[in-house]
């Protein structure tokens, strides 16, 4: 089967959601220009990331120089765009990859499909590899072989709006333990911190 690469050089919308009850959401990132959309779904964690890195980008490009509105800056607060229904997922995404076009003056993200090597990776990830920072990655030409890829181009202060919607969307969860920073459950939770151990 061919590799399918969908494009979105603006996209009408980019957005992160989640499906489900907390603790037991599933996250997506779905993009959509005109009637196409795109949802691929994601890891709460990737959600996070993703978020940190394109803050830390957007803040970069501003002691660079870069004139991004104010109002995405400042704004008054994260707006949670809702994921358009019914939300398919076209992959699950391995690899997230962020870079700056400095051209365009635009954020570029791609999200690739998981692959058997990022399956691999994950059962070595005790194995800390240094990263490179981020908006410093160099996007590779488009080929015919591999992983199905979503990549959505956008103007600094649309990327600011994603990265409070992401933001707002991972806080949504399940609240944490005031004490230990685990998880709270409805049905109960088992604090190390009061109980003295964990075993």
Not at 84 to 89: G, W, Y
Not at 128 to 152: F, I, K, W
């Amino acid at each position: 089967m061919p590799r399918r690469i969908f494009s979105f050089d603006p996209p009408d919308r980019f957005v992160c959601g989640a499906v489900g009850q907390p603790g037991q959401r599933t996250f997506f990132l779905q993009a959509s220009k005109g009637r196409q959309i795109v949802s691929v779904a994601l890891e709460k964690a990737q959600v996070a990331v993703l978020a940190e890195r394109l803050a830390t980008l957007l803040l970069a490009l501003r002691e660079r120089g870069v004139e991004l509105a104010d109002e995405a800056l400042l704004g008054e607060g994260p707006q949670v765009d809702p994921l358009q229904e019914p939300v398919i997922e076209e992959f699950r995404v391995g690899t997230l990859t962020l870079a700056w076009d400095s051209e365009r003056e635009q954020v570029v993200i791609e999200a690739r499909e998981i692959t058997a090597a990022d399956l691999e990776d994950e059962e070595a990830e005790d194995e800390e590899e240094e990263e490179p920072p981020a908006g410093l990655t160099v996007l590779q030409p488009d080929t015919t072989d591999g992983p199905d890829m979503v990549r959505v181009h956008l103007p600094p202060a649309d990327a600011h709006a994603f990265v409070s919607g992401a933001v707002a969307v991972v806080q949504a969860g399940r609240p944490p333990c005031p004490m230990c920073g685990e998880p709270l459950e409805p049905t109960g939770h088992f604090c190390a911190r009061r109980n003295g151990y964990t075993h």
